[in-house]
């Protein structure tokens, strides 16, 4: 007897003891199973500027964990060492979900992300930890493609307080041919995110000769402004020789200087850039007078002027989670 994995749009059916195309999920004896509950392959305590997250608790630290395994086969994994390896295959510590938050909280982070590789795969573990971390007074953040079906993403939302979720790009043939998923199930999620009351920031990785047309740079700022609201904020990420696309070159700075440009022509309020030298791209700015509210180097904060959440000089709110 086959079941059908209900947790992301691959709906995998699976026969007894088969695995599902994420690597972590068995079939046995009529239910399925995690293989990496409470299996970390990745902790680290990260700025949570570096996830990126720049509209929730600017210059704090993110108590940061990953498992083996990813729903997406992405050709320029960044981190395809554990994300595309079965968890056999990755060194992994002991990590229960109570031992996550008291880490935590030992490393005086405030807040805890589902990172690195992707956490929709880990979700029983990410949702138990998560709870416990609301719990126990930290943030939680959920680090993602978005590849997920609306019905965990409910489950989720009420225990996550905001999200980086990537958008790869605006053509279906991009995410068939070098993520190995849909494009459509992404959208979907990303906007079900922002109604359940996420704080969601959007990524997008320029990828040199595939994703970096003027058009489909103007599709997204526009599907997000009428989608999820121009407040939301856009992070146009420079890619790097990576993976299985080691002959691309690095998306040329002035690309992505081109692209914020455009996001902001289109009505976009907080687009940033990243992996790219530091200018100021990577501040906030009040939507409403200009000024500048956070200031950034890297992923160091040295100045950081919201107050109350919003801007001290005109009083406009600004969108984040800001205590």
Known sequence: MKIECTLCPHACRLAD?????????????????SLVHGKACAVHVDPIEKKPIFHMLPG???YSVATAGCNLT??????????????EATRNRDLPPARIVTEAREARCRSVAYTYTEPTV????MLESAQLARAAGLRTIWVTAGYVNPEPLRELAPFMDAANIDIKSMRESYYRDVCGARLQPVLDAVALAVK??????????????LND???????????????VGA???????????????????????????????IALAEGLRHVYTGNVPHDESANTFCPKCG???ISRLGYTVREMRVRGGACPDCGAKIYGIWS
Not at 122 to 125: A, L, M, S
């Open 17 to 33: 003891y088969e695995i599902g195309l994420c690597r972590v999920r068995i079939h046995r004896d009529g239910k399925l199973y």
């Open 231 to 261: 407040e939301v904020p856009l992070h146009f990420s420079r890619f790097f020789p990576m993976y299985r696309l080691e002959r691309l070159p690095p998306t040329p700075l002035e690309t992505i200087t081109s692209a914020r440009n």
């Open 122 to 125: 880990f979700f029983e573990y």
């Open 60 to 62: 704090s630290g993110a």
């Open 74 to 87: 992405c050709r320029f994994c960044q981190n395809w060492e554990i994300s595309q390896a079965k968890p």
């Open 213 to 227: 047309s003027i058009d489909e740079i103007r599709d997204l700022a526009r599907w997000v402004k009428s989608t």
């Open 291 to 293: 000024t500048r509210l």
């Open 196 to 209: 359940l009351g996420i704080m969601v920031e959007i990524t997008y990785l320029i990828v040199p000769t």
